[in-house]
């Protein structure tokens, strides 16, 4: 029976049985350092010096014959038990065949090579090598016969035209190298090959041999490298108008070339050196014109320091300002809806001051509309279209453009969602000065009434009131007040209108209108202009009865101030026109001033009243009343009763709040509050109620 402890996972061992019992690590106990210290320097040393010598086979010395055969056979059997077993490793029968070669048995090492070849005849090395071997040794035909198979089987490995080629012409073997070169270009080589035909007829100096290849190299390759070293090559053999031919030809072939950049460059260049500026400065505009501004980057530097070596100073200028549009061609390309871009470039054409070119730049500018009808996105814009207009009428003089523009430009603006006032009236200013006041007011009412704005509306209303037409002024403000009826400078304005035409009861009907209105943006503006309208007309019962109206909507203090402030500066002007004696007339104003200042008071004690019964909260107003009223009563001499108004100032007292936050209480501020007299009685009498409370209490205790 197994023991308990047993475990069936590991053949009935026990755990302890199976433990691995590591060797328990020695201690040191002298740690000190030994006198002499060994470097791992030392060790490699000594390791190097006690290793043993490489066992090496004993060579062998041949001494006759049957030992040759022998160690032939042997070597033979070797290589064949090895190619049998890696019949794909090329290394192999390289090996072989190159030993077969040192043996000196050319018939074996060319079975050899052959039987490679049958293995992997692509394999363009074995070729190389087979070839080599018969040039090695001199058998000429054998090597020609390889080269001429390995190009039928491989003709687009370069490198064995290259040395079939090579070793004809180490033979002097012209011809036959020329033939190999034909052979090899029927099939198209890329440019490296057909430059070796070249340079092999240059080297035997047939010019026109070299020539006619460069014809057929063009046709195979028409590319822009190919065509500038054939005009290199007329250029070098001193043929200047073959070369200038050459480019000429290449122009009109590859002017749209992705690498046309480097052809106009070669052509200018050459031109250059042919003294000929004028035609190189023709050939670098006309290269400017056609190539995409993307890629004449090279073509700008070079025409830039073309022209500050030849040319004038207009001519560097124009280079410079090229260059420059250059820059902002490939900003407005990247992000038409630049429009600071815009801006930029049409200025530079501006300083030109072509006129053509300017007006390009602007359509191409303004053809970049925003993508979304909102407001925002037009402001920048907007500016492009007054811009051009601006140019069209100062700087081109041609005011029927100039016409097309503002009409273009409204007609793009979607006005069911917004518009731009400054357009409108700046195309109505034009037809103003350009005498046309109907054509103007054309416009303005066509504003008025598709994009009605407050701008439109005053300038509008300011040029028929040059004019002095009244009746269209006030249909105007009719139209104003009827789009927005509660715009209180309209109000205001229209009611300055009829009162500067002496028509009182008009504008005070029409304040009347204004102030009956439901809702008014500024109504605090417009009933101060309603109060000085009337105590500019000395209409100071109405004047007071506008302010009690007004205190019947608000109670605030500065109306209470400014009524308190107009009766007591109300003096109805009786004495004027009467014959009484000076002192009965001083005394007729003493008491006219009199009852102005009694009315004051009154005015401010309502004030008082009020914030006292219906506004206690407002202690820091009612402070302020109280000191307005001081200063009033100081002003009025002897008049005024000080005393009156200090028996009724507050107490200032410093008080402390505590502040309280989203979070909870943050800490405490201090805070001026106001104590009132009547408020001091008030505490007092709740102190004496206490008190007596407290001594009954203590009374009813003493009974008990």
Not at 179 to 198: A, C, K, T, V
Request: neutral net charge; aromatic residues 12%.
């Amino acid at each position: 029976m197994a023991d308990k402890d047993s475990d069936p996972t590991l053949g009935y061992l026990t755990k302890k049985e199976t433990e691995v019992k590591l060797p328990r690590p020695t201690r040191v106990k002298n740690k000190t350092p030994a006198p002499i210290q060994i470097t791992a320097e030392q060790i490699l040393r000594e390791a190097r010096e006690r290793q043993e010598s490489e066992i090496r086979p004993p060579k062998q010395k041949i001494t006759d014959s049957t030992e040759l055969a022998d160690y032939r056979l042997r070597k033979r059997k070797e290589f064949e038990d090895l190619i049998r077993r890696v019949r794909w490793n090329i290394g192999v029968w390289v090996k072989y065949a190159q030993w077969e070669e040192s043996q000196k048995d050319f018939k074996r090492a060319r079975s050899v090579w052959e039987r490679a070849l049958e293995v992997d005849y692509r394999n363009h090395t074995l070729w190389l090598k087979y070839a080599e071997m018969e040039m090695k040794n001199k058998f000429i035909n054998h090597a020609r016969n390889i080269w001429d198979r390995a190009v039928s089987l491989l003709p687009r490995i370069d490198q064995l035209w290259y040395k079939y080629i090579h070793m004809e012409e180490m033979l002097g073997n012209v011809a036959g190298a020329r033939q190999i070169f034909e052979r090899w270009m029927q099939w198209e080589p890329d440019q490296q090959g057909w430059l070796s035909y070249i340079k092999f007829e240059l080297r035997y100096n047939e010019i026109d041999r070299a020539r006619a290849i460069y014809e057929r190299f063009l046709q195979c390759h028409p590319k822009v490298g190919a065509w500038i070293r054939y005009a290199k090559f007329e250029m070098k053999n001193g043929e200047v108008a073959r070369a200038r031919n050459c480019y000429e030809r290449a122009v009109d072939k590859l002017a749209d070339d992705e690498e046309a950049e480097q052809l106009f460059v070669a052509f200018a260049e050459f031109e250059e050196r042919c003294k000929e500026t004028e035609r190189a400065r023709c050939i670098y505009k006309f290269s400017l014109d056609h190539i995409p501004k993307g890629r004449a980057e090279e073509l700008y530097k070079k025409f830039v320091a073309f022209e500050k070596q030849y040319g004038d100073k207009e001519g560097i200028e124009d280079a410079i300002v090229g260059k420059r549009r250059f820059q902002y061609e490939d900003e407005v390309r990247k992000n038409p809806l630049n429009y600071d871009s815009w801006f930029d470039y049409i200025r530079l054409e501006e300083s030109v001051g072509n006129k053509e070119r300017t007006r390009e730049v602007y359509e191409r500018a303004i053809a970049n509309v925003p993508p979304a009808e909102e407001k925002r996105y037009w402001q920048r814009y907007i500016y492009l279209w007054i811009n051009y207009a601006l140019y069209e009428e100062l700087d081109a003089q041609d005011m029927d453009r100039t016409r097309d523009v503002y009409r273009e430009c409204l007609n793009l603006i979607p006005h069911g969602k917004f518009s731009f006032a400054k357009i409108w009236l700046m195309a109505a200013q034009f037809e103003i000065r350009q005498l046309n006041l109907k054509g103007a007011r054309q416009i303005l009412g066509n504003a008025i009434g598709r994009a009605p704005k407050d701008k439109i509306f005053k300038k509008y209303i300011e040029i028929e009131l040059q004019l002095g037409n009244i009746d269209r002024c006030r249909k105007l403000y009719e139209k104003y007040l009827e789009w927005s009826p509660e715009n209180c400078y309209a109000w205001t304005k229209y009611a300055e209108l009829e009162r500067s035409l002496s028509e009182t009861e008009r504008a005070r009907s029409i304040f009347e209108l204004a102030i009956a209105q439901p809702a008014l943006d500024m109504p605090e503006l417009l009933w101060k202009a309603y109060i000085d309208f009337e105590i500019v007309e000395g209409e100071f019962e109405r004047t007071r009865a506008l302010y009690l109206r007004l205190l019947d909507r608000t109670k605030h203090l500065k109306v209470w101030i400014s009524f308190a402030k107009f009766e007591a500066s109300a003096m109805e002007d009786d004495t004027g026109s009467s014959d009484l004696p000076d002192d009965e007339v001083q005394e007729l104003l003493y008491e006219t001033k009199k009852l102005c200042v009694q009315r004051a008071r009154s005015v401010f004690e309502r004030a008082i009243g009020y914030f006292r019964t219906s506004a206690p909260e407002l202690k820091e107003e009612r402070a302020m009343l109280l000191e307005e009223w001081l200063n009033m009563e100081r002003g009025f001499g002897n008049l005024g009763d000080i005393g009156l108004v200090q028996a009724k100032m507050p107490k200032k007292l410093k008080k402390r709040r505590q502040l309280m936050t989203e979070d909870g209480p943050a800490g405490f501020e201090e805070y001026i509050d106001y104590l009132f007299p009547e408020e001091t009685q008030t505490t007092n009498l709740k102190i004496l109620e206490a008190a007596y409370k407290w001594k009954k209490q203590r009374v009813a205790a003493d009974e008990d």
